[in-house]
């Protein structure tokens, strides 16, 4: 059973920064590409930023470009999403998600965690 569990969120003033992490556990986490996806209050859920298997390819949503950088430790089966700059309109439930294959894309992800909320205020 595979198992994804974010933390990191919280509740931060616009301009300031948040480093989110999620655990990876039940399957060999270092061969699989990640995501981070986030949906906001009444609006569908929507991709944030992917990273391949070994971290030598990356995207991002356009809207987090140069403010967000996902990365990843495959010793501690963990990826991570560092967020600064950030804004009122990046509040949201974050979730990660493992893709079941080595390289990046903005969709089929087949497991999912629990999400952790980030909130920014003004």
């Known amino acids: 059973q595979v198992q994804l569990v974010e933390s990191g969120g919280g509740l931060v003033q616009a301009g300031g920064s948040l480093r989110l992490s999620c655990v990876a556990s039940?399957?060999?986490?270092?061969?699989?590409?990640m995501g981070w996806f986030r949906q906001a209050p009444g609006k569908e859920r929507e991709f944030v930023a992917a990273?391949?298997?070994?971290?030598?390819?990356?995207s991002y949503a356009d809207s987090v470009k140069g403010r967000f950088t996902i990365s990843r430790d495959n010793a501690k089966n963990t990826v991570y999403l560092q967020m600064i700059s950030l804004k009122p309109e990046d509040t949201a439930v974050y979730y990660c998600?493992?893709?079941?294959?080595?390289?990046?894309?903005?969709?089929?992800?087949?497991?999912w965690g629990q999400g952790t909320q980030v909130t920014v205020s003004s």
């Open positions: 998600a493992s893709r079941g294959s080595r390289w990046i894309a903005r969709d089929e992800y087949d497991y």
């Open positions: 039940g399957r060999t986490f270092s061969v699989y590409a």
């Open positions: 990273i391949s298997w070994n971290g030598a390819s990356t």
